[in-house]
């Protein structure tokens, strides 16, 4: 009887699933709607139509619609869209930063040139003998 | 008493920074070819507690995403100042990010570990991808990851 209790536990125990691991995330940008209450596609591409946008791809991330693509005046945009209300949530901009976005760009880590450590000082953490700062490069 | 030891060292390196022994290491970690996005990946340094001390790299440029790298982010609470001057880009799929860096005498044959959490985007999560001891005899060892990491060496 034990042995089998023990493997209803560990059965129950989601080995590998995503769903358990949380790990404290920042859930602010996700969507929680139910699967009735979703517009259809072509409501989230006659919304970047409105908008003037490009569309490249549409996709689901945390929940929410996300649409890739371009704006306006030709900056690669990431859209978060609400799924019911269809309300834009969030907008990335492919330049926002240095550094990678989202796929379909030339991110497979394609070798950008050295990572300058930047105007800021490296952190006072204690591991760095001389403060000089760590140099990175990908090859 | 070996880690109060250190302790004391690594303390007198911040207040005299002409007497920190240092060396210079590098550090080498080549990605596998997972087949998705740029990898974020931060690599860190726990104390023979486990405690953190410090964060060496953080590969990947958007604090938003940081939280996907767990380990390091339940250990530093998600404090950017961790990882300030010490930021670059993500790694692809296949490369290698090679990390120049003087690092504490006092640091190896003393319980730290170094860390590596890695992250790549709509796949799965993989804090701790990498936790190796820092000791002499490590020097120039690969070992491979639990997931992104085909190997990670550190050289001096």
Redesign the interface.
């Given at each position: 009887m034990k042995t089998l209790a023990v493997l209803a536990l560990l059965a129950a125990i989601p080995a590998g699933a995503?769903v358990a691991?949380d790990?404290?995330?920042?859930h602010d940008?996700d969507c929680l709607v139910p699967m009735a209450d979703w517009q259809p596609r072509e409501a989230v591409e006659r919304l970047a139509a409105a908008n003037g946008w490009a569309v490249r791809r549409i996709k689901v991330?945390d929940g929410c619609y996300e649409i890739v693509g371009t704006d306006a005046d030709g900056r690669g945009i990431e859209a978060k869209v609400d799924p019911a209300t269809l309300a834009v949530i969030e907008i990335e901009h492919e330049d926002?930063?240095?550094?990678?976005?989202?796929?379909g760009r030339d991110?497979?880590?394609?070798?950008?040139a050295?990572?300058?450590?930047?105007?800021?000082?490296?952190?006072?953490?204690?591991?760095?003998?001389?403060?000089?700062?760590?140099?990175?490069?990908?090859? | 008493m070996r880690s109060a030891l250190a302790t004391l060292a690594l303390t007198t390196a911040l207040t005299m920074p002409g007497l920190a022994e240092a060396r210079p290491v590098t550090l080498t970690t080549t990605l596998s070819d997972y087949g998705g996005d740029g990898a974020y990946l931060a690599l860190y340094v726990t104390d023979a507690e486990g405690a953190y001390v410090g964060s060496l790299w953080m590969a990947g440029g958007k604090s938003k995403y940081y939280d996907h790298l767990s380990a390091w982010h339940r250990a530093t609470g998600g404090d950017l100042a961790q990882v300030d001057g010490i930021t670059g880009a993500s790694v692809g799929p296949g490369r290698t990010l090679e990390i120049s860096v003087d690092l504490a005498d006092a640091l190896f044959d003393a319980g730290y570990t170094l860390h590596i959490d890695a992250a790549v985007e709509d796949m799965r999560d993989s804090p701790n991808e990498v936790a190796v001891p820092l000791t002499q005899g490590g020097a120039g060892t690969a070992v491979a990851g639990r997931r992104y990491v085909a190997s990670f060496r550190y050289d001096m």
């Open positions: 995503a691991d790990h404290g995330r920042n940008d991330d926002d930063d240095e550094d990678d976005d989202h796929r991110d497979r880590g394609a070798g950008r050295p990572a300058a450590p930047g105007p800021a000082a490296p952190p006072r953490n204690q591991l760095l003998g001389t403060g000089a700062p760590p140099q990175a490069r990908v090859n | -």
